[in-house]
């Protein structure tokens, strides 16, 4: 399988805090990488560091072997690397269904095919119904719905999931966690950091592991959650 | 599809109509027609790319000061000197985004104030280029067709043909690719970054359509005071009022800058021989009340609550 993304050695320091320290991930097509981490671990800075969304300060990142670390957020979208953000961020004086359209207009540049690909997107995350509704009427979970509907509409090679899971029930689970295997059997990559770990266990090829910045387990998902490390990380020594 | 142009063509059926019904407020006609164009440019930098100018009396001024020296001192056709004034005006926004688009905010709008006055001081100042602070007089204009451009009627015209383009380009931008990057921008920088737009490029794009649509209007407005005075057309009350007729009728709407500019100057006019020295008291409060009221401007908040209402006669 082709690496689509290799991120290597990768430094972010903010003053004299190092935020993520030396870290490197790769990601072969069709698989799903987890990130996961006790909260400060460095998670959202490694994944805004690869998305182009906090400066690297040293170490390199390559898309389908070009090296981006230097382009901005942007042109990496461009390229191909499509991103949620932990916090809802919708356009609030636009619709719905508008919404979507700003993320479809990139490879659409024509408002009847951008319509189309926004609505296929809506209605894959089940939104359809509320495409015409103000998005700042919408409640947090389909905010964070329409946040994946945004992102599947820029029609990305790689796709950057920050929490999507956290706080829905078990059945809107199960769901969405049915939802990314579906994406990455069409051939999607999935690069997504998660607190809940059913969702990893379910989704994941390969597990990176950080605390304090550092990586300090990866592999399956079941290697990982059996490493004394990691669970040392999570609960602390006695 | 978009009942906007509908609506336009039969406003300016309407508009083209008045002088012929009365003659008497037809000054009044042409300022509500020339702040329509001016609050519509306007409109695309502040409203519907989210960033607040205080500064486009510069471009009124720059296009009204082309025609007037270029009809003074070269004999050139208004409609060169026009066209001239506003590629400068375009070129001047664009260093002038390059320079301040880093800023924020207020920020960036205290930017535009400081650039704004530093013109008008060059204006008062460099006699040589401006005529200095007792202005220019623009005494000969050629006739095309014998058309008199000195005449009113014929300025109300040029005033109308001016608002309704730029009516006319703020409906096209509406639906476009273009209009929702600027709105994604305003909205929220780094998701429209996520959407694959390059923030400080849009902004860029608008400050220049802006700038070079307000100097349109500057070159009407030059030909119909005539005379012009560097510290009234560079005056930062004009851009303030500029921004204050959007920020009434509706920022980041297509009819919102036609609605306001008819509700300021009409009611402006009506206060003056209502309430004669209380007049700009009761305009004040006016412009309160509906900043209150109506946070999103006139038009603004009438489009919310059209949206909710479809969507709940949908479901």
Do not use: C
């Not at chain 1, 999507?164 to 994406?183: T, W």
């Not at chain 2, 409203?47 to 003074?72: E, M």
């Not at chain 2, 021989?273 to 946070?295: C, D, H, K, R, S």
């Amino acid at each position: 399988m082709q690496t689509v993304l290799k991120a290597d050695r990768i430094k972010v320091q903010f003053g004299g805090l190092i935020a993520v320290n030396d870290v490197s991930v790769s990601l072969k097509q069709g698989e799903v990488l987890g990130l996961i981490g006790p909260n400060g671990a460095g998670k959202s800075t490694l994944f805004n560091a690869i998305t182009g969304f906090a400066p690297v300060t040293s170490g390199q990142v390559h898309f389908f072997d070009q090296n981006v670390t230097a382009l901005p957020a942007y042109v990496r979208t461009r390229l191909g690397m499509g991103r949620t953000f932990q916090t809802e961020r919708p356009y609030e004086d636009l619709t719905v269904l508008e919404n979507v359209l700003v993320a479809a207009f990139l490879k659409n540049p024509k408002r009847k095919e951008a319509e189309e690909v926004a609505m296929s997107a809506l209605q894959k995350v089940g939104l359809a119904d509320r495409a015409h509704q103000l998005s700042s009427d919408l409640n947090l979970a389909r905010l964070r719905r329409l946040e994946l509907a945004k992102a599947l509409a820029l029609e990305p090679k790689v796709l950057f999931l920050d929490e999507i899971m956290a706080g829905l029930n078990p059945p809107a689970l199960k769901q969405m966690i049915e939802f990314v295997r579906e994406l990455t059997a069409s051939g999607i990559s999935v690069v997504m950091v998660e607190h809940i770990m059913q969702a990893i266990i379910e989704l994941s090829d390969h597990v990176v592991v950080l605390a304090s910045g550092n990586k300090i387990a990866e592999g399956t998902a079941h290697d990982v959650i059996n490493n004394e490390q990691v669970i040392e990380a999570y609960l602390g020594t006695d | 599809m978009n009942r906007n142009y509908t609506i336009l063509l039969g406003l300016v059926i309407l508009a083209a109509l008045f002088p012929v019904v009365s003659s008497s407020y037809i000054t009044v006609g042409l300022t509500v027609l020339m702040f329509t164009g001016w609050a519509s440019s306007w409109n695309i930098l502040g409203g519907w790319a989210g960033q607040l100018s205080l500064g486009h009396a510069t471009f009124v001024g720059l296009g009204a000061y082309f025609v007037a020296i270029g009809a003074s001192q070269f004999e050139l056709a208004p409609w060169w000197s026009i066209l001239i004034g506003m590629a400068v005006a375009g070129i001047m926004a664009l260093l002038w985004g390059k320079l301040t688009f880093g800023l924020h905010g207020p920020y960036f709008t205290l930017s535009t104030i400081a650039i704004a006055e530093m013109v008008r001081l060059v204006a008062i100042n460099e006699g040589w280029l401006t005529g200095g602070a007792t202005g220019v007089f623009i005494d000969y204009l050629p006739e095309p067709f014998g058309i008199d451009l000195f005449d009113k009627t014929v300025q109300y015209y040029l005033m109308l043909a001016y608002a309704a383009i730029t009516l006319l380009i703020t409906i096209f931008i509406s639906t476009r690719k273009f209009g929702y990057q600027l709105k994604a921008v305003r909205d929220n920088e780094e998701a429209a970054m996520a959407a694959g737009i390059n923030p400080t490029a849009i902004k860029l794009k608008a400050f220049v359509l802006s700038a070079m649509l307000t100097a349109l209007g500057g070159g009407i407005y030059g030909i119909f005071l005539s005379f012009i005075e560097p510290h009234i057309i560079f005056n930062l009350l004009l851009s303030v009022q500029i921004a204050l007729t959007v920020i009434i009728g509706g920022r980041g709407t297509i009819w919102g800058p036609a609605v306001g500019a008819a509700v300021l100057i009409i009611s402006g006019e009506v206060f003056r021989t209502v309430f004669e020295q209380a007049n700009m008291l009761v305009y004040g409060i006016l412009i309160l009340v509906v900043i209150l009221a109506m946070p999103k401007g006139i038009v603004g908040e009438y489009a919310h609550r059209l949206i909710r209402r479809k969507y709940a006669n949908r479901a």
